[in-house]
C-alpha cells in the first residue's frame, strides 16, 4: 500500500509560527519549545488554508479517524491505540494514546532526546496499560503497529540496545519505570497488532512519513 507524504508543517505554536515545506525546518521551531502545536498536510494549499484556523489536535493529516477506519469491521471500537515518532535513531522521541474510534488523544509524552522509536512505542503501550489500569477498564483493546514492542511488553523487558549519550537519562528512568510496572502488575487488556496494510495508519499515527 503505497503512502501519501506529508510535504508542509503549520507551526502554530512554536519558536517562529509559520508553513515550513520540510520536518527538519519545522522541528527546529518545536522541539523543547512547551505547549508546541503542529502538524503536517499533505498539500500548501491545505497548510495555508489550516493556519488561518485555531490549532485543533486531531489525528495526523488531520483525518478524523473515523474516516480512516469506516467500513472495517474487524476494529474493536472499544479500543485505545498507540503510536510514537522519533526524529533519527537515536534522535527526538515522543509517543502517545488516542480513542481509536475518535481520534480523542488520551495522553501524550515527550519530547525526549536521543531515544528510539521502539523504545517510544514500548512506552506508549505500557503508559495504556497503566492509564487502563487506573481507569479501571481491563477489557479494552490496545492496538500498536509495532511487532518489537508488543513483544517487549510480552517479555516485559525492552530489548534496546541504546547507549546512554548523557542526554537521554530521562529515556532510560522511563523504560526502567515501564519495566517495573509490567513485573508489578497483571493486566487482562488485549495488546493487538494494528493491521496498517488493510486499515491504513493507526489513528494515533504523528503523521510525519
Not at 503549520?10 to 502538524?39: H, L, M, T
Not at 480523542?104 to 514500548?122: H, S
Request: charged content about 25%; hydrophobic content about 35%; glycine content about 8%.
Amino acid at each position: 500500500m503505497s503512502k501519501k507524504k506529508v510535504k508542509f508543517y503549520v507551526v502554530w505554536k512554536g519558536r517562529n509560527p509559520g508553513i515550513y515545506d520540510s520536518w527538519e525546518d519545522c522541528k527546529n521551531q518545536v522541539f523543547g519549545f512547551e505547549g508546541a502545536q503542529y502538524r503536517g498536510f499533505l498539500s500548501h494549499k491545505e497548510a495555508v488554508d489550516a493556519f488561518q484556523l485555531p490549532f485543533q489536535p486531531v489525528t495526523s493529516l488531520a483525518v478524523p479517524a473515523e474516516k480512516k477506519i469506516s467500513g472495517v469491521s474487524k476494529i474493536i471500537k472499544n479500543s485505545i491505540s498507540v503510536d510514537a515518532a522519533c526524529s533519527g535513531n537515536p534522535g527526538m522521541m515522543e509517543y502517545r494514546g488516542v480513542v481509536t474510534a475518535t481520534g480523542k488523544q488520551l495522553f501524550a509524552q515527550g519530547p525526549f532526546r536521543d531515544g528510539t522509536n521502539n523504545i517510544g512505542e514500548f512506552l506508549a503501550l505500557v503508559h495504556a496499560l497503566a492509564f487502563l489500569k487506573n481507569t479501571n477498564r481491563p477489557d479494552v483493546t490496545i492496538y500498536s503497529d509495532s511487532k518489537t514492542a508488543i513483544s517487549w511488553v510480552k517479555k516485559k523487558k525492552a530489548n534496546t540496545k541504546l547507549e546512554h549519550t548523557g542526554f537521554n537519562e530521562l529515556v532510560f528512568q522511563l523504560i526502567h519505570r515501564a519495566e517495573q510496572w509490567l513485573k508489578e502488575h497483571e493486566y487482562t487488556n488485549p495488546i493487538i497488532k494494528w493491521d496498517t496494510e488493510n486499515w491504513g495508519e493507526i489513528p494515533a499515527d504523528f503523521g510525519r512519513k
